[in-house]
């Protein structure tokens, strides 16, 4: 069986595989890229149907420790996407953990695209070409056991991606995208406050993640309509169990709070 079938059984059967790396110290991000295009091959031919795409690792204080200049990115599929525009607190959008094996959820800033952008595509081209901005929440799973995975694992694990809530959406002028590297965000479960974060903690701002990944080698092409989840507001992904309410709140007005209940 190949690395890809055997990831995607993996996925399916909610369970655990040896990471990449720890059978071949050699295995590198470009090799995880190559498995990870194998990997979405095998889910599209399942009938999944991209939707854009999620960038991860944008802790930048992580990067010396885990050999990166930039962060990484791969598919997110339509099945997974939930609209929480018009959820409550009191009326949330509803987002079933049962087909994940380790999940942990992620606040992010939501970008969809009013063009295509593809490699090397610049800041102002970048800014140009979005259509709409939301807060929202990417679930996030794992098949390597307790986490502990590099990089190359990573990208080649679905990029870690298992779903995405998007709240409401804002089309915002040059000056409002630019505010969203300071924007201030809580995030809070229970109605208790879990911890809070910034924009500034996803590789410098969502546009400069976005332009960093379109930078780096492997970069994607994301056409028109796509969806890019921009990375962690608080710096990671938070573990997340079944029947939980899960808020995050913007400092500022320039994005709509969201919501989301897990069972």
């Known amino acids: 069986m190949t690395l890809s079938a055997e990831l995607v059984e993996a996925r399916h059967g909610r369970r655990c595989v040896v990471a990449p790396t720890e059978r071949d110290d050699a295995f590198s991000l470009e090799d995880g890229y190559a498995v990870g295009a194998e990997v979405a091959e095998l889910w599209q031919e399942a009938g999944h149907q991209v939707a854009g795409i999620k960038i991860g690792l944008t802790n930048m204080s992580t990067w010396d ?43 992010e800033i939501i970008l969809e695209l ?4 593809g490699p090397g595509a610049g800041p102002d081209t970048i800014a140009d070409s979005i259509g709409w901005a939301a807060l929202g929440f990417e679930f996030v799973d794992c098949h390597y056991a307790g986490w502990i995975l590099r990089p190359p694992d990573l990208v080649a694990d679905f990029c870690a991606h298992a779903g995405l809530v998007i709240g ?23 109605g208790s406050l879990v911890c809070t974060g910034s924009g500034d903690r996803v590789a410098g701002g969502p546009l400069a993640a976005v332009a960093a990944v379109l930078a780096a080698p492997n970069a994607p092409v994301v056409p028109k309509g796509g969806v890019i989840a921009t990375g962690a507001l608080t710096g990671g992904a938070h ?25």
């Open 168 to 190: 409401a959406r804002a089309a915002l002028n040059a000056a409002e995208l630019l505010a969203l590297d300071s924007l201030p965000v809580e995030l809070a479960s229970e």
């Open 65 to 107: 420790r885990l050999g990166l200049s930039a962060p990484v990115w791969g598919p997110i599929y339509r099945e997974s996407v939930l609209d929480a525009a018009k959820a409550t607190p009191e009326a949330p959008v509803v987002f079933p953990l049962g087909p994940l094996a380790a999940a942990r959820i992620e606040a």
């Open 239 to 263: 573990p997340v169990g079944a029947a939980q309410d899960w808020h995050c709140a913007p400092g500022l007005g320039v994005l709509k709070p969201v919501c989301v209940r897990t069972r």
């Open 114 to 117: 009013s063009a295509e952008l």
